[in-house]
């Protein structure tokens, strides 16, 4: 009777991304967030939805970023109903994206920006999902 190999399922271990500073987490917010207000697709939105928190967002979105690449578990907030009320559609998350990727090429080593693009792709489709719009979104019959 020949055995057979046994295949051991690896669960990956999650670890701070290579290369990341709390300073770099920091610039790139500022600057992208900084392009958001003065884009004439975005900046409407975003000046509309956080009025007068500016400062308060860019603080959280700090902490969301430095829970993603860090670990440091600062974020907990709900993404999901924070977008709930914002008039967005998939256009308006591939202009953010398109935004984000200019900003994050332009100030961060090709790696570490590759690692934020890489993650913003992801969180912006789950956030399309979980609004019902984009082209993954669940849409019940």
């Known amino acids: 009777m020949a055995s057979r190999p046994t295949t051991i399922r690896s669960i990956p271990i999650i670890t701070p991304a290579e290369g990341v500073t709390e300073k770099m987490i920091r610039e790139l917010v500022v600057t992208f ?6 884009d004439p697709e975005l900046g409407p939105i975003f000046h ?41 559609t998939p256009e ?25 693009i890489g993650r913003a792709q992801r969180i912006a489709e789950s956030l399309q999902i979980g ?4 082209p993954k979104a669940l849409r019940l019959p």
């Open 131 to 134: 609004l019902g719009i984009g």
């Open 92 to 116: 308006l998350f591939g202009r953010w994206l398109d935004l984000f990727g200019e900003t994050a090429r332009e100030i961060l080593e090709p790696d570490v920006a590759e690692f934020f």
């Open 33 to 38: 967030y900084d392009r958001v207000l003065r």
């Open 48 to 88: 509309e939805a956080l009025s007068g928190r500016w400062n308060e967002h860019l603080a959280i979105m700090v902490d969301f970023w430095s829970s993603i690449a860090l670990r440091t578990a600062r974020y907990s907030g709900k993404p999901q109903a924070a977008h709930a009320d914002m008039d967005l």
